[in-house]
């Protein structure tokens, strides 16, 4: 998506004219490789680093144009929303050094980008998915100012047609629609590129396909969104929904989304994948191809293939085949590796890429062309295994068994992972250093997920929900600088949180979301049980599809038990929760949005004394509850504060 388009919509003869670019590309690639004309004989190895800009809050912070602006490196680029940018790594042969020069370039990378970050009051975070995000972050407001991006947003939206549903269960359920594809924004990853022949691109294809579960599986760092314990990499699942055409209406029907693992494996050429993808995938948008291709082989040059790299740049296989023009003038094959989540630190995403290019190149050896012993739809179920457990998951390899993906790799990968770094001429040094990182992973049980998940869920439930995302953000951030890998950090505590008043500025910091609701059609006993049982002073009332209907509360039940003359049987048999509830439309609500400051003028202009919580303005679907309760415990932790405050005075005064 780096080309820059004019249109974000296309008439029919504009989208055609594009179709017949696309189509004499395609008969280009072919004659290029009938001809011979590929680069072959040299091996390289490239990256992509995307990161969060975060601010001094550990929120996002949408920054990027004034970031980059003030870096002279065309290295970096922009991204989606205006809280994330890139940095693309110069490629470099694969032999030697190799990957420690590409630690180095991260290590640069990053150092260039916390220091023009910091001019801001900002800071680098590296992980899959930024714990601190929230859904109102994602709003075509913080999508970055470059016409692409708008194009890719109205092109996608008129094909869907409505708004993007979002259900990914994990140990809890993550349910939302959103009006854009601006949930894309809410992930980060770490993209390698593997340089290869045309003789060799589908098999070398079909085992990046079948090596993408156990990366996956050690490389995860995405378990949370919007405070919910989803997949060990979360990313996966939204990042194909955030991008998807189809709707629930055409469930009958096998569409593929364009955030794709694929449905088979390749037989004979990259050819395969380009044309399924021409085939199957409709034309987002296009520009005005001047070149003519053909002319330019007739002339002895090598095509850009425009038209193809953008189309190409508009499907999101998980394992992308690439063309590309080296500085020699020659084109070339790449295989994108697009599985793994930015972050934790440079070397530990360097370890995981060591890890690939090691079984890319070992692979073929030890076993041959995997679509010879596997089935594809194994390799597939594999990835999205690896996605939702991590080390944990079990993994079906070639001999036909299942292993847990931390004994796959640890007994069978890593040493053929080690066997083909050795026979590509990685120093061993690096090698050992590297692969000892997967290691000592696996062995503490720790990766970037499982850390993240701990830190989260070791913290006290009682503080506030954004406090604790707030404080492994900041263990991010911190340990990230510090560079040591992921399996040597502390967990996350809550005293490496910023501020306490920083995490009760809105609502949905926190708001009550596990709570009791009943039905207007039950009965009040059953109300009047549940408050007793729970000791609550509110219940809300909702319909079957979770909308806002009325709330009970203890005033209203004391007023009713008193006109009934304390009769618990004509409470019990006679009276409906509809006939005691305040209606919907008597209620004053505030969404997850609203400030602190808002909501407690509110409770006071009005005297109540709890406050539905429900998605938007927009919309009456039941999210949270905010009660007095929680504003006590904010003013007690005020009012903690500031007694220490005088403490530590007094204590310096004398």
Sequence with gaps: MGEEVDTPGMEAEERNEFMRALLRDVRALERMLDDGRFETGVRRIGAEQEMFLVDSSYRPAPINDAVLGDIEDDRFVTELAKFNMEFNAYPTDFEGDC??????????????????????????????????????????DNMTDRTRYHALNEAMTELRGTDYEFNIKGIDEFSVTHDSVMLEAANTSFQIHFQVEPDEFATLYNIAQVTSAPVLALSTFSPLLFGKRLWHETRIALFQQSIDTRTTELHHRELEPRVTFGNDWIEDSVLEVYKQDIARFRLLFGVDVEEDPIAK????ETPNLDALSLHNGTVYRWNRACYGVSDNGKPHLRIENRVMPSGPTPVDEVANAAFWF??????????????????????????????REGISAPLTWMDGETYPAADLIQGKLLPLAAEGLQSSGIDDRDIERYLSIIDRRIQNEQTGSQWMLRSFQNMDDEKGLGERLAAVTRGVVENGSDRKPVAEWSLAELEESVPWEEHYLYVSQYMMTDFFTVNEDQIVDLVTNVMNWEHLRHVPVEDTEHRLVGLVTHRTLLQLFAEQQGDPEALAEDIEVADVMLPADELYTVTPETTTLEAIQL???????????VASEDSDKLVGLVTETEFMDIARALLTERLEGLDEADSDDS
Excluded: W
Excluded at 368 to 378: C, V, W
């Design 99 to 140: 990957l420690r020069q590409m630690e180095e370039q991260l290590d640069e990378c990053l150092s260039i980008a916390r220091e023009h970050a910091a001019g801001h009051d900002a800071d680098i975070a590296l992980t899959g998915i930024l714990p601190t995000i929230r859904k109102s972050d994602l709003t075509l």
């Design 297 to 300: 082989l007739d002339a002895g």
């Design 358 to 387: 090691g079984l890319m190149s070992g692979f073929l050896s030890e076993y041959g062309d995997p679509k010879e012993a596997m089935e594809f739809n194994t390799a597939k179920t594999n990835f999205f295994s690896a996605a």
């Design 603 to 613: 409770m006071r202009e009005k005297e109540i004394s709890a406050l539905p919580v």
